[in-house]
Nanobody, 114 residues
Framework: QVQLVESGGGLVQAGGSLRLSCAAS????????MGWYRQAPGEQRELVAS??????TNYVDSVKGRFTIARTNANTVYLQMNSLKLEDTAVYYC?????????WGQGTQVTVSS
């Protein structure tokens, strides 16, 4: 089992910044992919950003140029969110994938106010 601990959500005004962190522990493996998904009320969960073990990144178009995903070590990833918009409001979930296994964090609320 892999446990994911998220931190860094909260309330911020539009145009502000937040940084989310996710640390994986337990039976972690090299070669994992980590990322952040989000889900707004009434919406489906969507991929925001992901990073492979090699450091290759992928972003949803709506956050390109504003969000940055990076690893601080093999099992810790952060999401730097700048120029936040009202539509970024959602619960953000950390994801850890290795092989056919997927693990999810408990979610952290990000609320952007006007």
């Amino acid at each position: 089992q892999v446990q994911l601990v998220e931190s860094g959500g909260g309330l911020v005004q539009a145009g502000g910044s937040l940084r989310l962190s996710c640390a994986a522990s337990g039976r972690t493996f090299y070669g994992n992919n980590m990322g952040w998904y989000r889900q707004a009320p009434g919406e489906q969960r969507e991929l925001v950003a992901s990073i492979t073990s090699r450091g290759d990144t992928n972003y949803v178009d709506s956050v390109k140029g504003r969000f940055t995903i990076a690893r601080t070590n093999a099992n810790t990833v952060y999401l730097q969110m700048n120029s936040l918009k009202l539509e970024d409001t959602a619960v953000y979930y950390c994801h850890y994938g290795v092989g056919s296994w997927d693990y999810w964090g408990q979610g952290t609320q990000v609320t952007v106010s006007s």
